[in-house]
């Protein structure tokens, strides 16, 4: 009888060597076994071929049933993996026979017991996201493992960032951008977009509330003052008005400047705002139609790209920015790996101590999640099938004698031994059944 070859296995590294090994183990304990039983059935029947000593028989018996028990399995294991001393007996080799049908039983069991919609949900479910986010972000140890990775990834961008090879990929990338650019149009866009609705009031109110904060402190009262009582001076001499009156008058126009300020801030029907405001409209219909503002524009956005102290300025900054976050990564103390860890910290605590907002996400979770299972569901399905039927008959069947071909072989040895003790019990019956029938002849005479 010829022991199996296990066919050749697809690269799969220290693991697959390790279970090939282990096969092999276990087929030879297993032959040996069988070759044990058939040493001993040859043997005792050699030597008492009649078997009239009651020891030999029971062992004869064993051994006769442990060869039937370990060939029956060895030929049941062989015929899922091939046809068994090469014959091709109905029913054998089936699991290169049905490789198709086993890449779809396969897919349907994985997708249908394990990726179910239910199933998926109620483990998003009980796996409570939210929770364990919460508590992880608040971790100390997690916070610290957040910041080690983001410094550790964002080192590495920084790297990227400071070469000079991606520096004038973007340089050159985004001047061809711009120079392309309408900035007509784009201001046009950008204003009627900030005036719809009246949109642009609250930061012009912003701004001329900035504007009068700024004139109403004393320094820039007397820095106005000093500008105004200058030119006034030198007018006022002439008709022989002395400084104080010029400081007087000065101060009068400046008071007089902050109101009107904080007038167009306060009032938005002020005549001056309404004037503002109905130019808007014409200046927007000019940056989309009126050449030559529009060539200003462009000329100016020519002008701008192509100055290179404006460029240098840019890319010095750049540079800076760059150096000093590489400097703070390098520092063990760095100030913003101790950012990271606290924003960590204090989402993970406020979050952990609102239920609302945990289950808020939750439920976001579960309704971002639902749309997508039943679609990826079949692409997984689709995946898996198309993976098993692209390995030939010998990959798959050595794929599958190394994954569970060491268990079949112990049933193989349990065959042998499962054999050879069930022949003990039914010598041990028939024995006895004989007995029986004898002490029962003896009786009946």
């Known amino acids: 009888m010829a022991e199996p070859v296990l066919q050749a296995v697809p690269p799969g590294g220290p693991d697959n060597i390790a279970k090939a090994e282990k096969l092999a183990r276990k087929k030879r304990l297993a032959l040996l076994t069988l070759l044990l039983a058939c040493a001993c059935f040859i043997g005792l029947t050699i030597y008492d071929p009649n078997h009239h000593n009651p020891w030999v028989g029971l062992f004869v018996a064993m051994s006769e049933a442990a060869m039937v028990g370990g060939l029956a399995d060895w030929f049941a294991i062989v015929a899922l993996f091939r046809h068994p001393l090469g014959l091709k007996i109905p029913h054998t080799a089936i699991i290169p026979r049905s490789k198709d049908k086993i890449a779809r039983n396969l897919a349907d069991f994985i997708c249908d017991h394990f990726l179910g919609k239910d199933h998926v949900l109620d483990k998003i479910r009980e796996f409570d996201p939210a929770n364990r986010l919460a508590k992880q972000c608040a971790s100390p140890e997690t916070s610290a493992k957040i910041a080690d990775l983001v410094v550790k990834f964002a080192l590495r961008l920084m790297y990227l960032l400071d070469s000079a090879e991606l520096q004038e990929f973007v340089r050159a990338t985004t001047r061809e951008k711009l120079c392309d650019m309408d900035v007509g149009r784009l201001s046009a866009r950008f204003l009627t ?212 071909g060491s268990d079949l072989q112990s049933i193989r040895l349990n065959g042998t031994l499962v054999g050879a003790l069930i022949g003990g019990v039914l010598f041990g019956v028939m024995q006895f059944i004989g007995w029986v029938v004898v002490a029962g002849q003896a009786t009946a005479q």
Do not use: C
């Open 193 to 404: 977009i900030l005036t719809q609705d009246g949109r642009h009031h609250e930061m012009v109110d912003s701004l001329l509330n900035d504007i009068a904060d700024f004139t109403n402190s004393d320094e820039t009262r007397n820095m106005l003052a000093d500008k105004i009582a200058g030119e006034l001076w030198s007018v006022l001499r002439w008709v022989n008005l002395d400084k104080a009156v010029a400081d007087n008058i000065t101060e009068k126009v400046a008071a007089g400047l902050r109101e009107l300020i904080q007038d167009l801030a306060d009032n938005k029907d002020h005549e001056l705002r309404l004037k503002f405001e109905n130019k808007i409209p014409a200046f927007i219909d000019r940056l989309n139609t009126d050449p030559a503002l529009r060539a200003r524009l462009d000329q100016f956005r020519d002008r701008m790209l192509e100055n290179q102290e404006l460029s240098d300025y840019i890319g010095h900054i750049w540079r800076k920015a760059l150096d000093w976050i590489k400097q703070d990564f390098a520092n063990p103390q760095s100030e913003i790996r101790r950012a990271i860890m606290g924003a960590s910290h204090n989402i993970g605590s406020k979050l952990d101590a609102d239920p609302d907002m945990k289950d808020w996400l939750n439920r976001w979770i579960m309704e971002t999640v639902d749309p997508y299972i039943d679609e990826y569901r079949e692409k997984i399905r689709s995946f898996l099938m198309e993976r098993v039927k692209a390995w030939s008959a010998d990959e798959l069947t050595a794929q599958l004698e190394l994954a569970m």
